[in-house]
């Protein structure tokens, strides 16, 4: 268990930095387009951030709407262009790939609702990780739409940030991210992951990381 939190921990301080990213969920057995388990959604009224492009929420991402309690929810999926993303397939094949990085997420504690972050307004923060709670505090670039979340353990870069409604989506290059999961299971006493790092070489400007939900 505390391996667990330990790589939990470690892998939420690399990942806090995430500029930008978005996260759109979509109907049906989409899993299986690329191996991965089926997820069941429903058709939601408001937009959704996987499988989005970088900038898509450029004007709801404040300083204002990122401030609250969040709960992570699922891997993020975000591309660099339209064009990128209609050449991976679209948001339905984003939330297969998503979802076929859920287990890797897991093996490092990174489980739905298992970790909980608030920001406040005075860029101070607390989060939670398999029920030890730690405390830091966050930069906010509202200009370029960059976190940047500081804590006693690791000296961070900066990350992509989306918030639309109650959703926040944090992510950054998808080589890092994986090798960060990669490094950090070693701590799970997981096998090697390596063949997750063939997700960031399969898709061409393509960004992971995680969504949070607001917590009302």
């Not at 929810?73 to 991976?88: C, G, M, T, V």
């Amino acid at each position: 268990m505390k391996r667990h939190r330990f790589a939990a921990t470690a892998l939420l301080c690399c990942a806090l930095t995430v500029s930008g990213c978005g996260i759109i969920r979509t109907v049906g057995a989409i899993g299986s387009l690329f191996g991965g388990h089926k997820k069941a959604s429903t058709v939601a009224t408001v937009v959704k951030i996987l499988g989005s492009v970088l900038g898509q929420f450029y004007d709801t991402t404040t300083k204002t709407a990122l401030v609250g309690n969040w709960t992570y929810d699922e891997p993020a999926i975000q591309f660099e262009s339209e064009n990128l993303l209609k050449k991976a397939g679209g948001a339905v094949a984003s939330q297969g790939v998503a979802d076929k990085l859920v287990p890797y997420f897991e093996m490092v504690g990174f489980k739905t609702g298992s970790i909980s972050l608030n920001l406040r307004e005075d860029n101070t923060c607390t989060y939670t990780i398999g029920g030890q709670t730690f405390d830091g505090t966050y930069e906010f670039d509202d200009t370029n739409k960059k976190l940047t979340l500081k804590t006693p353990f690791f000296p961070l870069p900066a990350a992509y940030l989306s918030v639309v409604g109650d959703q926040m989506a944090m992510t950054f290059d998808s080589s890092k991210l994986l090798n960060m999961v990669q490094v950090v299971s070693q701590f799970s006493n997981q096998p090697n992951l390596n063949a997750i790092s063939n997700l960031a070489d399969s898709y061409d400007g393509m960004k992971t990381g995680f969504t949070f939900k607001k917590v009302k």
